[in-house]
C-alpha cells in the first residue's frame, strides 16, 4: 500500500525547522507533497510562485516522490485531491501544540478519513520562525542558520532591492 501525505504551510518563506520536518516526513512516506498555502486574506512576503520554487529547489535532493504545488482552500480537500491519507504537521515546541490540536481535530471532523501526523522539528531549530528569519533579514542580520540557502538568497535580494 502506497502511503501519501501532504505537508501544508505558508512557507512564507520556508524555515529549516519546515525543512527538516520536510526530510522525516520524505523517509516516512512513499509520496509527500508540500503544500504551499495561497491565501488570499493574508499578504506575504513572497509570492505563492515564489514560495514554491524556492521549496522545490530546497528539496529536490529529497527525490522525486517529493513535491511541491500551490493550493487554496482547505488543507483536507488539497490532501483528498492529492490521494493523501495523512496531513504532516511540525512541532518545535510544547507551545505549538494547542493550536495545531485544534487544526488537527478541525480537520478529522472535515474529513475522518485523513489523520494528522506530528513530527518533532529538530532541537536546534526550535526557535526559529518565518516571522523572526523576515524580521533578522530585513534589518540586515545573517539568517543563514534559520533558512535554506535558496531562502536566504531571496530574502536578501528583498531586503537589498528595497534599501
Ligand atoms: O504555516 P502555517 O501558517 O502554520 O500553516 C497553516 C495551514 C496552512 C496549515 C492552515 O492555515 C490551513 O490548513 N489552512 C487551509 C484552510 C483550512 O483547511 N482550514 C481549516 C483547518 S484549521
Redesign the pocket.
Known sequence: MSRVAVF????DPMTNAHLDVAQRAAALFDHLVIGV?NNSRKTPLFSVEQRVAQIQQTVAPFGPHVEVKAFD????DFARRSGAGFIVRGLRAVSDFEAELQ?AH??RKLQPAVDTVFLMSALEYGYVSSSLAKEVAQFGGDVTPMVPAAVATALHEHFSARS
Open positions: 501544508p504551510g505558508s512557507f498555502l482552500g482547505l488543507t483536507v487544526m478541525t480537520n
